[in-house]
């Protein structure tokens, strides 16, 4: 249905539906143009207009929302049931444009969760980390990001600890645990390795914490670091 805004602002068609003067069967096709175009409400300003109508009517004192049609009515209450049917129009588009949105999103979260949140990663890269010692300050190093994936080859130098066996914990630094890996062990160069994809973790800091462990499977604080992993 094509609509010309210029013949409903030159018909005044809002301004004599809404007090009543518009005859029957344009008052039908006024109310099935506004049903037919969603956005018909937003382009004429529909629903300021029955704000100002609305408070209008409940400064007079005007009981509108409860008016019933009668044989002889004064002349207010066209108005009253116009505003009550326009704005029952109106609130329905709104109404139904929310669910379809919400509908959508909807499906688009359930097209992401049938297709799994994990990304390839597209750029491989080694990263040659020192352990801070425990009693030193942990430093921080960015491995990659969420939306671009990284495969990172993390090479933590630990060459310090007389220990040979590693147990490494991560955690987000809100304490949030996210994995824990155990009996890992330390190559001639004195370097624990780790594989990780940078797109399995959700963006933030993580702390890494670095455990010694003996042949009585007894830990002790190795070291520590942390890691970066930026949205973008």
Do not use: C
Request: overall charge neutral; charged content about 25%.
């Amino acid at each position: 249905m094509t609509i010309d805004l210029k013949v409903i602002e030159e018909k005044q068609l809002v301004e004599r539906y809404l007090t009543g003067r518009l005859p029957p069967p344009e008052a039908r096709f006024f109310e099935q143009l506004v049903r037919a175009s969603p956005e018909l409400a937003d382009q004429l300003g529909l629903i300021e207009a029955l704000k100002r109508t609305m408070r209008l009517l409940d400064d007079t004192g005007t009981e509108w929302r409860e008016q019933q049609p009668r044989f002889w009515h004064p002349p207010w209450v066209p108005i009253s049931l116009a505003v009550a049917t326009l704005l029952a129009i109106v609130l329905t588009i709104t109404a139904y444009g929310a669910r379809g949105r919400a509908e959508a999103r909807y499906a688009q979260l359930k097209r992401e969760a049938e297709q799994g949140y994990l990304v390839a990663p597209t750029i491989p890269k080694t990263f040659l980390i020192p352990v801070a010692r425990p009693e030193a300050r942990a430093q921080l190093y960015a491995i990659g990001s969420r939306a671009v994936p990284t495969l990172a080859d993390l090479r933590l130098d630990i060459g310090y600890a007389p220990a040979s066996a590693f147990t490494v914990v991560i955690k987000r630094d809100d304490g949030t645990f996210w994995s824990r890996i155990d009996n890992l062990l330390r190559d001639s160069n004195g370097q624990i390795r780790l594989t990780v994809n940078s797109g399995a973790f959700p963006a933030g800091v993580y702390d890494v914490d670095i455990e010694a462990s003996n042949l009585r499977g007894e830990t002790h604080p190795a070291g520590h670091l942390q890691l970066r992993i930026d949205p973008n």
